[in-house]
């Protein structure tokens, strides 16, 4: 007759249990790797954008500043005009250029 005992079924029970855990934590290290490389993505794309913005600030504060002084220098606005006319069309130059490499990065 065959018996089984208790204390080797248990055994064979908990060796099963451990061959799945096993399986279960190869896949789902196999899932982090990918989640990893798409997140190094995601931040290497988010660098570039961070730092055309920081180019795009520097640019507007240069321009600002340039428009400051000139008015604080000119007695009179309407002698200043030109020059904030002048600042507030590089501004939205600026901005334009901007919102067309938003708009192309959105389509790719």
Do not use: H, W
Request: with cysteine; charged share 20%; glycine share 2%.
């Amino acid at each position: 007759m065959l018996t089984i005992d208790v204390k080797t079924s248990l055994l064979c029970l908990l060796i099963i249990v451990v061959i799945i855990l096993v399986i279960y934590g190869i896949y789902a290290v196999f899932n982090l790797v990918k989640t990893i490389k798409q997140a190094n993505k995601v931040l290497a794309d988010f660098e570039v954008v961070s730092k055309i913005a920081s180019e795009r600030s520097q640019q507007l504060d240069k321009f600002i500043d340039q428009t400051s002084k000139k008015i604080k220098s000119g007695q009179n606005i309407i002698n200043s005009l030109p020059v904030i006319v002048s600042t507030v069309s590089k501004i939205a130059k600026v901005v334009g250029q901007q919102m067309d490499r938003k708009a192309e990065s959105t389509k790719k």
